[in-house]
């Protein structure tokens, strides 16, 4: 039986409180993970595609979440690096992808928010590429990473993964979004009925329930 997806449900659940209400500068969020080796491969792609989408529409906020304080560092190393110029969000990511009008995102609990509110995005990930050999010519060679694609076999959101994560596809995966307030209202609505089917309330009760 299918418990749920407790983050999933209570994001849902309690999104109101997020949302902003009125008009406001739109935002840009990067979620590039919460692991040293992932936010490593994520990170120079991710800055060098915000510096081309900041200079093709300043009027974006673009703000980069730091998922927990040992990865201060080496963001603000890559940062620099790269000339990134937009803000940073550390804490609870729920607030910041409630507010964001698009959203680029590592593959994983992120999305899996993201989808409970129903902001448009990019899903993204790359892995180590003799992994990535092995698991392609020996294990699975899987169409989709990203859940709502892979759960729909198809693709929803746009997802570029191991070699396709350029900065260049980011850019040009990205662009008609922003241009297209009416594209990004129809992702985030067919976003929205693809997640109810995993919004089922109480699933930690379940399982205690189970014991």
Known sequence: EYI????????YSKKEQWQRKGNHQPILAILPGSRIGEVTRHLPVVFSAAKKIAEEF??????????????????????????????????????LLAQAEFAWIASGTAIHIAMALGTPFV?????????????????????????????????????????????????????PFLKNAQKREELSGEITTVAKKFFVPDGLKKVVSYL
């Open 58 to 95: 300043p009027g974006w906020r673009i703000i980069l979440s730091i998922a927990h304080h040992g990865l201060h560092s080496l963001v603000k190393k890559y940062a620099h690096i790269h000339s990134y110029g937009g803000e940073y969000w550390e804490g609870d990511i729920r607030p």
């Open 123 to 175: 899903g993204f990930y790359q892995i180590n590429p003799v992994l990535a050999v092995i698991s392609r010519n020996f294990f699975l060679d899987l169409p989709f990473w990203t859940l709502i694609n892979y759960a729909e076999n198809r693709e929803i959101c746009p997802e570029l993964i191991q070699e396709h994560f350029t900065a260049s596809h980011l850019v040009e995966r990205t662009v």
């Open 4 to 11: 749920g997806s407790p983050i999933m449900w209570d994001t």
